[in-house]
């Protein structure tokens, strides 16, 4: 069974550093792109960036450019989003989802997604 | 960031037919890129409800069905049932941003 496994929510304060994850099993985790996307509180879904854990490719949105760094260790078949700086409007839940790829070739679109990490910066 | 738009709200009665547009641009849907849906339920992740414009994933009943023509393209749901109030999103691909776009969501509500 095909399973994303995020970690837990966190709380962090404006300025503070956070790195989160994202645990795959039951497929070969290095041949399938995985993706982080954010909902702020009350709002619509938003692309962040993309990452192939087989050799590290990233890609991201250019809105989160600079903000966040996206990172995977395939010897855990885990992917990560981090901040080195946390603002309040980080506030959110961070979802990531797997890529649909089959036969070597990707398809556009998410068939999987972990459970979301909540995300709350406040003073 | 949303290029994709949808309507914000639409509602129908238990058993009616209620459908939702998404509306791109010559970057994404009208340079041909395909069209998938996303249902989330109150609470949860999104679930992948129709892929490849016309494609329902195993499970998903067929109530749900997806179409495009030309640059314009929606969701149906035939036979609404109370469990279907969530919010739908579309996602496509865009030449322009060279990444993924999702709609702007549409709450479904069963009266």
């Known amino acids: 069974e095909v399973q994303l496994v995020q970690s837990g929510a966190e709380v962090k304060k404006p300025g503070e550093s956070l790195k989160i994850s994202c645990k795959g099993s039951g497929y070969s985790f290095t041949s399938q792109w995985i993706v982080w996307v954010r909902q702020m509180p009350g709002k619509g879904l938003e692309w962040m960036g993309i990452i192939y854990p087989g050799d590290s490719d990233t890609r991201y949105s250019p809105s989160f450019e600079g903000q966040v760094t996206i990172s995977v260790d395939k010897s855990i078949s885990t992917a990560y989003l981090q901040w080195s700086s946390l603002k309040a409007s980080d506030t959110g839940l961070y979802y990531c989802?797997?890529?649909?790829?089959?036969?070597?070739?990707?398809?556009?679109?998410?068939?999987?997604w972990g459970q979301g990490t909540l995300v709350t910066v406040s003073s | 960031q949303s290029v994709l738009t949808q309507p914000p709200s639409v509602s129908g009665a238990p058993g009616q037919r209620v459908t939702i547009s998404c509306t791109g641009s010559s970057s994404n849907i009208g340079a041909g890129y395909d069209v998938h849906w996303y249902q989330q339920l109150p609470g949860t992740a999104p679930k992948l409800l129709i892929y490849g414009n016309t494609n329902r994933p195993s499970g998903v009943p067929d109530r749900f069905s997806g179409s495009k023509s030309g640059t314009s393209v929606s969701l149906a749901i035939t036979g609404l049932q109370a469990g279907d109030e969530a919010d739908y999103y579309c996602q496509s691909y865009d030449s322009s941003l060279t990444g993924y776009v999702f709609g702007t969501g549409t709450k479904v509500t069963v009266l």
């Open positions: 989802a797997r890529q649909y790829c089959s036969g070597g070739t990707c398809y556009l679109f998410f068939d999987y």
